[in-house]
């Protein structure tokens, strides 16, 4: 039984549904991050800044990259340099439709706009959706620089209508499209929008349709000619919410993996509930969220980066008395939970699961074991786990994929060959994984985020115990 009662369960599960619906883009994701860091008495530091002798004992610290990574970080009381980092590692992408940097189009007196596919989405959920754009801005300041301004039109402003059955009736069998000209969303009728022109910048205007651009700088409160560039994705207006005939469910896109960046902030922040909660840690608690998994993290702020290994370097650099091996010395005393959603088992599709490894909603967070990639999770990282898990009353389960059957990664196995660092590779069981739609069990996000805080509060401790060449 585990030890959550059912109001606090709820209460996570609300708590992820609000995080969600806040955050259409990475952007978002990471500006929601930011708030809710600070008001937890986080400081922000500046990768471009000096950190020597910024962080102390006690400490608890943030810094972003580009905007869509961030890591945060809290560093325990008897920490000194050489003492390992405990790392929470998620991801801020989901699959999902991008403007092109040329996206106006117009066909058959409609204006569509251009757009590419990110990732592996299960893209013909994306048809008949009501869709809109979200992402990040560069605004001119008006004194010769640009600002980094973030922009969500809440209204259903576009749209990529399926073709009606009478003019397809094959269909019914088999549903194909193409990805270039298929999916490509219709904004408004070329009547209508021709009424509504701008006068704005020659450049921005020739790439895309004036009508868009007026939109995006009126929720902006600029002119169009301050409009530098923009990184938009599209999402579904559709808000998240809590479903099912008992509400253990949660409806909502991006699950994969706002689900494990929620639980990742929320446990982190969780653990240090008061000011000397980690007075006698003598690691750091760290989490990291990634932007561009979804297309390998091969990136200057993906997980296939230097940068969790230079905010190792600098946490250890920034404190004094260091050996000069501190930095080696930490990550053989690290470890990493690599966190990203697991494919639950689907009542309909049971037999593509194989039979003994068939993670279900409701039962808690699961372990992936994969022996055919360079996965992360060992007999040693996965006891480090299920151990915190038992004496916690958090119920772990175990996945493995069928021998005939592939399967996707995620940026655990990069970082453990990276660094040589401890990683183990789990997340909560997610159904319609990479739809415009995905379901996850309510109580699976408090027993994450519950799994998450005991992690960081005894890992330290448990590691001091285990003993492995």
């Not at 978002?28 to 530091?45: K, N, S, Y």
């Not at 920490?79 to 999902?96: E, K, L, M, Y």
């Not at 069998?173 to 408004?188: D, G, Q, V």
């Not at 401890?422 to 985020?449: F, K, Q, W, Y």
């Amino acid at each position: 039984m585990n030890s959550l009662s059912k109001a606090q369960l709820q209460r996570q599960a609300e708590q992820l549904v609000d995080f969600v619906n806040k955050s259409p883009s990475p952007f978002h994701v990471v500006d929601v991050c930011r708030t809710w860091l600070r008001g937890a008495q986080f400081v922000e530091l500046k990768e471009k800044q000096s950190w020597t002798g910024a962080i102390k004992p006690n400490g608890r610290y943030f810094f972003t990259r580009n905007g869509s990574s961030i890591v945060a970080f809290a560093v325990g009381g008897k920490f000194r340099p050489g003492n390992g980092i405990s790392i929470v590692g998620a991801h801020t992408d989901s699959p999902c439709f991008k403007l092109k940097p040329v996206s106006k189009k117009t066909n058959s007196g409609f204006l569509q706009v251009g757009v590419q596919v990110y990732g592996g989405g299960l893209w013909h959920t994306w048809f008949d959706r009501d869709l809109s754009i979200a992402g990040r801005v560069m605004v001119s300041n008006g004194a010769g620089g640009y600002d980094s301004r973030l922009v969500s039109i809440q209204d259903p402003i576009m749209r990529i209508p399926s073709l009606a059955i009478h003019l397809d009736r094959s269909v019914r069998e088999s549903f194909t499209y193409n990805k270039e000209t298929h999916l490509t969303p219709i904004l408004a009728t070329v009547a209508n929008a021709l009424n509504g022109e701008s006068a704005g910048d020659k450049n921005i205007k020739s790439a895309h349709h004036p009508i868009l651009l007026d939109r995006i700088a009126k929720e902006l409160s600029v002119e169009v000619s301050d409009i530098a560039d923009f990184e938009l994705c599209l999402y579904d207006t559709q808000k998240a919410t809590i479903g099912g005939i008992c509400n253990e469910f949660i409806y909502a896109s991006r699950l994969d993996n706002l689900n494990s960046s929620y639980c990742a902030v929320e446990g982190l922040i969780n653990s240090l509930n008061n000011e000397s909660a980690a007075a006698e840690d003598s690691h750091v608690r760290m989490i990291a969220l990634f932007d561009n998994e979804e297309v390998g993290s091969t990136s200057a702020y993906g997980a296939n980066s230097a940068l969790i290994e230079s905010a190792i370097r600098r946490i250890q650099a920034s404190c004094s008395n260091g050996s000069a091996t501190a930095f080696e010395e930490a990550i053989a005393n690290s470890f990493m939970i690599s966190s990203d959603v697991t494919h639950a088992v689907h009542p309909n599709y049971s037999e593509k699961h194989e039979e003994n490894h068939r993670p279900e909603l409701q039962k808690g967070p699961s372990i992936k074991v994969n022996a055919n990639q360079s996965y992360a999770t060992t007999s040693v990282t996965s006891t480090i786990l299920k151990d915190i898990a038992k004496r916690n009353g958090i119920p772990i389960q175990e996945f493995v994929v069928r021998n005939d059957s592939p399967c996707g990664s995620t940026i655990g196995p990069m970082l453990s060959a990276q660094l040589g660092l401890r990683t183990v590779d789990m997340g909560n069981p997610l159904l319609s994984m990479h739809s415009i739609r995905e379901v996850c069990g309510a109580d699976d996000v408090g027993l994450c985020v519950k799994l998450f805080e005991h992690f960081f509060e005894e890992f330290a401790g448990l590691d001091a115990k285990i003993t492995v060449d």
